[in-house]
């Protein structure tokens, strides 16, 4: 088909064909950045934590005032908790995944280095830690009776306690040893002296975002044996199945063993649902932004509906004359769709253009990464899919428009 009597139409007809050409424009620079939105929050929704979230569930509490006997009662705690029916493993310790602080330390290569190697999360953990939590050893052991420490001494005045060994996630053993074997190296973050690596989990998620999606799993184990007070975390596995029985029969004996506590209700939960309530903003954005890219394809079908009528309707006398000098309905459909096809088409390499321009405003005000290139082509064919099935209405009407018409016209 020739493009110079549909070049010439539009021609009369600019200002109507600019503001098609200006809404397919905007729809794919929106939907373009909305779909690279979406797919950073499915991401970080189906990010992996690594630990046994089905299984596992926390009760946090706080004492009133000052516990001189922390310690001792957190030792009681846990072997009341692991003797509970259903209980598979129970720890205590400092933090847990899917909140919004965290306890972090810098890591350095070397002592006094000017510039740490990376930041990471620290979680303290004692003897049922990896098994409360079901993370996977890849590399190495877990630590052993002989390498717990109390966290009082540690802290204590003058203290020349050290801590012998730490166990690393493999993202963060990649960082510090690419290419390596982990195993009995050593770097620097806690204390005067350096800490020796003795295992290698496959996951464990930092508790926040700090450090951004590079850094999601920069997090260490170290063997400290914590009171309640340091966080307040208690954690039990479980079956899944049993997780609201043994979270009602934990809290019920922690307030029965230590009376003046406070169970922080609005945090004893299980792991899944502290996840669904960290990632509740992610899933309203999300739905957010489809509502919004069906809004856009629904009123720029519209947009491309109204004009193809209109103009078949201002148009009927030349297609009448059209089939009347033997043009068929095939011929005029076809018309009518390259029309479209070539008003979507310049939208379209418009709408790319802002699209990498709006990406640029939103990496410099939001920290967003760049928008991968696969990107465009999938808002530009989803948007000329769009037109075709739009204008195929009114161009069907105009290829029914019989050769008769072109007589009565006269």
């Known amino acids: 088909m020739e493009l110079r009597p549909i070049l010439s139409t539009l021609l009369r007809h600019k200002t109507a064909a600019a503001l098609i050409v200006l809404e397919v424009a905007l729809s794919c620079a929106i939907i373009c950045n909305a779909l690279f939105l979406i797919g950073n929050r499915v991401e970080r929704l189906n990010l992996i934590s690594g630990v046994a979230e089905n299984e596992v569930v926390r009760v946090q509490l706080t004492g009133i005032g000052t516990d001189e006997n922390a310690e001792a009662l957190t030792r009681s705690d846990l072997a009341m908790l692991r003797g509970l029916p259903g209980v598979k493993a129970a720890t205590v310790t400092n933090q847990v995944p899917f909140v919004s602080s965290s306890w972090n330390t810098s890591v350095s290569m070397v002592k006094d280095q000017k510039q740490p190697t990376l930041s990471s999360t620290v979680y303290m953990g004692e003897d049922q830690f990896i098994d409360t939590f079901g993370l996977k050893l890849v590399a190495g052991r877990d630590f052993t009776p002989d390498e717990f420490i109390e966290r009082s001494a540690l802290d204590a005045p003058d203290s020349k306690v050290s801590i012998p060994s730490v166990i690393i996630t493999r993202s963060m053993a990649d960082k510090l040893f690419p290419g ?75 307030e029965r063993n230590g009376p003046n506590r406070i169970i922080m209700a609005a945090n004893t939960k299980s792991l899944e649902d502290l996840r669904q309530d960290y990632y509740r903003q992610d899933r309203a954005m999300v739905w957010m932004l489809v509502a919004v890219i069906v809004a856009l394809l629904v009123v720029t079908a519209l947009g491309i509906v109204g004009l ?6 201002q148009r009927t ?12 309905r095939g011929q005029i459909l076809r018309y009518f769709q390259t029309e479209n096809f070539l008003l979507a088409g310049i939208g379209i390499v418009l709408g790319m253009l802002l699209a990498y321009a709006i990406n640029q405003l939103l990496m410099g005000k939001y920290e967003l990464p760049r928008l991968p290139l696969y990107y465009l082509p999938i808002g530009a064919v989803a948007l000329w899919v769009l037109g075709q099935v739009s204008v195929l209405g009114p161009a069907l009407r105009a290829a029914a428009v019989p050769p008769a018409v072109a007589t009565r016209s006269v």
């Open 180 to 254: 390596q074997d982990p195993i009995g190296k050593s770097f620097y973050s806690w204390g005067e002296d350096s800490n020796r690596i003795v295992g290698v989990v496959e996951h464990l998620v930092r508790p926040s975002e700090q450090g951004g999606p590079t850094a999601h799993e920069y997090s260490m184990i170290l063997p400290i044996r914590t009171a309640y007070t340091v966080g307040g975390n208690y954690l039990l596995r479980t079956e899944p199945d049993r997780r609201a029985e043994i979270l009602k029969s934990a809290v019920a004996a922690l």
């Open 308 to 313: 193809a009528s209109f103009w078949v309707q």
């Open 317 to 328: 006398k030349q297609i009448g004359v059209r089939r009347a000098l033997g043009a068929t």
